[in-house]
């Protein structure tokens, strides 16, 4: 079995604007690093971060880690181009892809596997979610079978409404981390994301 992992890490911060949120320090590292180290932890290879605004910013954030990146000369235009320019980096024989948002720091490792663990049962046919206590989280691992549909999509528009349509093909995963629901879109969501870890800088 052979899982990528696409972090999306092209926008523009708008919310927190001058500030690029993907580059503030969480307990000294970069949000968008502490992503990709997540997805480096667990397995999925080759982890693809796709860059767009302050490309160069985001690529130097991620140092020395072992990472594909690929630049969306396109962002402006919203996620989906991010998704398809990250989707056209996997190598033909990749069995699905973990589609990872690069301002949710708090994703660990051990929630990937659990998806991928799950999505070995079914393979490229699969939709696997995160989920605690009821609820539905990110990252997605997508089956290889819906690669064609996500090449479609256009704007802001995500994967929803492909799940949405694939609905008997969704399995949900439990995990034990609030961390699939955390994004930092604010200054207030980074105040809180740096109270929970005790991080001061």
């Known amino acids: 079995m052979k899982v990528a992992a696409i972090v999306l890490a092209a926008g523009r911060s708008s919310r927190m604007a001058p500030r690029n949120k993907l580059l503030e320090l969480v307990e000294g590292k970069p949000i968008v690093a502490r992503v990709a180290e997540a997805a480096l932890g667990s397995g999925a290879r080759p982890v693809i971060v796709v860059t767009g605004f302050e490309a160069s910013r985001v690529a130097a954030a ?51 596997e659990a998806l991928m663990a799950a999505f070995a049962a079914d393979q490229r046919q699969a939709i696997c979610v995160p989920v605690r206590h009821g609820r539905r989280g990110n990252p997605v691992l997508w089956g290889a079978a819906y690669f064609a549909e996500m090449m479609s999509l ?48």
């Open 154 to 201: 256009s704007g802001d528009m995500g994967a929803k409404q492909l799940m949405a349509r694939h609905q008997e093909r969704v399995t949900e995963v439990a995990v034990a981390s609030d961390g699939i629901f955390a994004d930092v879109d604010t200054l207030s969501d980074l105040a809180r994301l740096k109270a929970r870890t005790g991080s001061d800088r």
């Open 62 to 112: 991620l140092g020395d880690l072992k990472v594909t990146i690929v630049h969306n000369p396109a962002h402006a235009e919203g996620l989906s181009t991010s998704l398809q320019t990250g989707l056209q980096a996997l190598p033909a024989d990749n069995d699905g892809a973990l589609i990872l948002l690069g301002d949710m720091p708090e994703i660990e490792s051990s929630n990937l």
